[in-house]
């Protein structure tokens, strides 16, 4: 792990209050999209449509990374120039969505794992070889109603998730970021508690609170460098 030159890519990924583009939308989720507007569901069609984002003039002065879908880094220009060279050339640093999206939990109706660490290491060193230099990994964390084991401190009817579920994905989160270092890749670790639901802002803060603390918890347990 050469962890100077990942806080190098930490550094130029928060730099000059720039943001950061998600294209790492599934082929699934595109496609969906393109069928509302009749647009046909098509490689070609999806290349196009990134082509048309990646070379907007100035996007470079206004974002600093993108993060890709599998697809999506393997794509090119319509001239043959690669997504990768067209992002370094613009200032930006390619990254890359490595989670193979939302399971069932078993046994716990309602609550999600994210799964995509079966073969991750080699996943990541072909990405670090294409150029990516950051990745991305999502958990998401219902709260509500049907939830088996409500979770402890959360006041209220709503409380949930579960401390399992918290615990598991924290875990694979832990996993995937020392994997990310390991490869050379800044790890975005991505707790998302989602908003749906009727539960109230106090109890979103109080789950929240839960799931952060479990996370950073599992991230020193692994020996991720938070720096």
């Known amino acids: 792990m050469d962890l100077e030159k990942l806080k190098q890519t930490a550094k130029l990924l928060m730099a000059n209050d720039k943001g950061l583009l998600a294209m790492d939308e599934s082929t699934q989720s595109c496609n969906k999209r393109f069928a509302k ?3 046909p569901e098509t490689e070609e069609m999806r ?7 990646i070379t907007t003039p100035g996007l470079g002065n206004f974002i600093s990374g993108v993060i890709l879908y599998d697809e999506t880094i393997h794509q090119q220009k319509k001239d043959g120039t690669s997504f990768i060279k067209v992002l370094d050339a613009a200032g930006i640093i390619p990254g890359i969505k490595v989670d193979a999206g939302l399971k069932d939990m078993v046994g716990y109706p309602g609550e999600k794992v994210t799964e995509g660490l079966d073969g991750l290491p080699e996943r990541l060193s072909e990405y670090y070889k294409m150029g990516a230099r950051f990745a991305k990994w999502r958990a998401a964390f219902t709260i ?3 939830i088996p084991t409500p979770l402890s401190g959360v006041t209220g009817p709503l409380s949930g998730p579960s401390q399992d579920c918290i615990r598991a994905n924290a875990k694979s989160l832990a996993d995937y970021a020392l994997m990310c270092q390991e490869a ?17 802002i106090d109890q979103c803060r109080q789950v929240t609170e839960k799931v952060l603390e479990e996370v950073f918890k599992q991230l020193d347990l692994k020996g991720v460098a938070l720096e």
Do not use: C, F, N, S
């Open 37 to 39: 507007l009749g647009i």
């Open 47 to 53: 290349r196009a449509w990134r082509e048309l984002i």
């Open 144 to 146: 509500g109603q049907g």
């Open 184 to 200: 050379g890749l800044v790890p975005m670790v991505e707790p998302e508690v989602l908003m749906d639901g009727g539960h109230t």
